[in-house]
């Protein structure tokens, strides 16, 4: 039985591509302009489709906390609860949203993971 999650690897226009299985689009939340990036590591980095400009002060808040770039890239990038299940780079197109994700930021530094 092949598994359900194998990725298969295409031609296409002469570049070799992955293809993505339904699930793993899924519960990776991607979309088709997404970038997705693999390296040598064991770390696949997705970038979102949305164009956002990532606040300074929220970027240095989240620095602070994540230490690493690629630490706060995948925190903003990830559905969260108490956001309704949305991302927090997708709230930060409004000063409404934005006040969300510093909500759920102070809450990450208090401890307070209800």
């Known amino acids: 039985m092949k598994n359900p999650l194998c990725s298969k690897a295409v031609n296409i226009a002469g570049k070799l591509m992955i293809e993505l299985p339904d699930p793993v689009?899924?519960?990776?939340?991607?979309?088709?302009?997404?970038?997705?990036?693999?390296?040598?590591a064991k770390t696949v980095s997705i970038w979102k489709s949305e164009n956002v400009?990532?606040?300074?002060?929220?970027?240095?808040?989240?620095?602070?906390?994540?230490?690493?770039?690629?630490?706060v890239f995948q925190w903003l990038n990830k559905k969260?609860?108490?956001?309704?299940?949305?991302?927090?780079?997708?709230?930060?197109?409004?000063?409404?949203?934005?006040e969300e994700v510093l909500g759920l930021i102070?809450?990450?530094?208090r401890g307070d993971f209800s």
């Open 25 to 40: 689009i899924e519960k990776l939340a991607i979309s088709p302009d997404d970038f997705i990036e693999f390296g040598n």
């Open 80 to 98: 969260q609860k108490y956001l309704l299940g949305k991302t927090p780079i997708t709230l930060l197109n409004t000063s409404a949203g934005k």
């Open 106 to 109: 102070e809450r990450l530094k």
């Open 53 to 71: 400009d990532v606040p300074t002060d929220v970027f240095e808040i989240l620095i602070d906390i994540f230490k690493t770039e690629d630490y």
